[in-house]
């Protein structure tokens, strides 16, 4: 009981829960990419793809299939949600608009962007250190992928180098889609 009061009592005032209380992605809240605290409850009974992206990665052309994927699903309840992170290489060294603008002019993406966090060491983000205790451990490249059932489970996880559009997530997001 306690613990329940304690998770409504952080949700209702918009914290975000450290990892260890948290018992699914919908137990946070995260900037939008253009400031405004949005509240990972959004994507309850959805399947999302959670992806750590960076603008002058080789991985970045990724932004093309992840957008199709998108497209391809969203109508059957799915939706991708983007952290752009400057932890790999200082991949991702632009502001929010920027990074905006580049993901808008460049890619067209028009999944959920959100504001740049830190997706390892000392100062990564409660959510990550949700995904990574739950899915594999640290994150060692942008682009890795953690595909999150309609409860806010991480069900899945894929390294940096296996495309949006390959048959192992296609085959993975169909089967959390039913």
């Known amino acids: 009981m306690m613990r329940s009061t304690l998770i409504f009592f952080a949700l209702g005032l918009g914290l975000a829960l450290p990892s260890s209380a948290a018992s699914s992605i919908f137990d946070f809240t995260m900037d939008s990419i253009d400031g405004k605290p949005t509240q990972l409850s959004v994507f309850q009974g959805k ?47 632009g502001t929010n608009d920027e990074i905006k603008q580049f993901c808008s002019a460049k890619y067209n993406v028009k999944f959920p962007m959100f504001a740049k966090v830190s997706v ?10 949700f995904l990574t205790k739950s ?26 180098d296996v495309e949006p559009e ?9 089967k959390a889609l039913r």
């Open 47 to 93: 399947v999302t793809l959670v992806v750590n992206v960076a603008s002058r990665c080789g991985f970045t052309p990724q932004y093309t299939g992840l957008e199709a994927l998108y497209e391809k699903y969203r109508a059957k309840g799915f939706v991708i949600a983007g952290f752009p992170a400057n932890n790999f290489g200082f991949q991702e060294p």
């Open 120 to 129: 390892k060491g000392p100062d990564m983000v409660p959510l990550y250190q």
């Open 135 to 160: 899915a594999g451990g640290d994150i060692e490249w942008n682009f890795t992928k953690f595909l999150v059932g309609k409860d806010g489970k991480v069900i899945a996880r894929f390294a940096s």
């Open 166 to 174: 390959s048959p192992e997530v296609i085959a993975a997001v169909e």
